[in-house]
C-alpha cells in the first residue's frame, strides 16, 4: 500500500513540475505584453469515477471547470496556452450512499493546441467536510471535444475519474 502512495506523490509531483516550469515562460512575451485573457468552461456529457481500493466499481460522475484561458504571445511557445481555474463543482452519485459533492476553489492547466493534450490541476474541498483534496486532469483534444481518462486523471487518494466533455472558449 506504501508503494502505491509513493506511486501517486511522484505522479502528482512530476505533473506539478511540468507545469511549473513552463509557467514563467507564459508570463510575458518579447515586449513585456500580458497575454490576452478569455473565459473558458468545460462541462462533461459522461463521466465516471472508479474507488482507487476497489476499481471494479464505478460511480456516474458530472464536472464543471470554468476560468481564464491565457492566449499565448509568445512566438516560441505560439501553439500553449495557460489556463487558470476560478470556479467548479465535481458530483459523483454514490448510488447507494449519498452523492459526494466536491467545489473547485482554484487551480491551472496547461493547453497544447499541437499535440492536442491538456493537463490542469485544481484543489477541491469536499462540501459538507473541511477536506480538500487534489484533481489531476490529463487530457486529450479532438473533434468531439476534450477526453480526460482515468487513471491518469484522479481525485488523489480517493478516485480515477474520467470525463468527457466540451471546452468552450
Known sequence: MKRIGLLLTLLLLSSAVSAFAIEPLLAKNKNNEAPEAKSFTFQSTTGKAYPISNRNMSYPATLTISGEWLENKNKELVSIGKLRVTDGSL???????????????????????????????????????????????????????????????????????????????
Do not use: M, W
Open 91 to 169: 458530483i459523483i452519485d454514490g448510488g447507494y450512499y449519498a452523492a459526494k459533492v466536491y467545489k473547485i476553489t482554484k487551480g491551472f492547466g496547461i493547453d497544447n493546441d499541437k499535440n492536442g493534450k491538456l493537463k490542469i490541476l485544481c484543489e477541491l474541498q469536499e462540501l459538507n467536510s473541511e477536506s480538500t483534496y487534489r484533481l489531476i486532469l490529463h487530457g486529450r483534444t479532438s473533434s468531439d471535444g476534450i477526453r480526460f481518462e482515468a487513471p491518469e486523471s484522479k481525485i488523489a487518494t480517493q478516485y480515477f475519474i474520467e470525463f468527457s466533455g466540451q471546452l468552450t472558449k
